[in-house]
């Protein structure tokens, strides 16, 4: 499933773009993970790495911290609908649909 997050193709991913997304792609995803805890802290917290980071967290349906990570990424990115979209599943994956319905209401609202 495609979560909205564009290939990891900018200029500033050029350390492993590809090999991110391969590992990605073949289910590899602490080494992908470890991959983005491998790149300079100015790639590292670009929202294409983050919102890999939540690609993985939902892909491994580790919820609670995917949740938090969205919601974290909200505050920063607050027109990224990914964030809203994969937040929201996390806390209906939880048994939170109520929350969940809010949290994509709130994009609506702003």
């Known amino acids: 499933m495609n979560h909205g997050v564009s290939p990891l193709t900018r200029p500033q991913l050029q350390l492993g773009p590809t090999k991110l997304e391969g ?12 991959t983005i805890d491998n790149l300079p802290a100015d790639v590292r917290e670009t929202r294409d790495a ?5 690609k993985i967290l939902a892909a491994t349906e580790r919820w609670e911290q ?7 990424l ?6 990224w609908p990914m964030a809203r979209l994969l937040g929201a599943e996390a806390l209906d994956k ?6 969940a319905l809010a949290f994509l209401t709130a994009a609506s609202i702003k």
């Open 23 to 34: 590992y990605f792609d073949l289910g590899l995803y602490d080494e992908a993970w470890q």
């Open 50 to 54: 983050f919102g890999l980071r939540l």
């Open 66 to 72: 995917c949740q938090f990570l969205a919601e974290g």
């Open 74 to 79: 909200v505050l920063s990115f607050q027109s």
């Open 94 to 99: 939880q048994g939170e649909t109520e929350r």
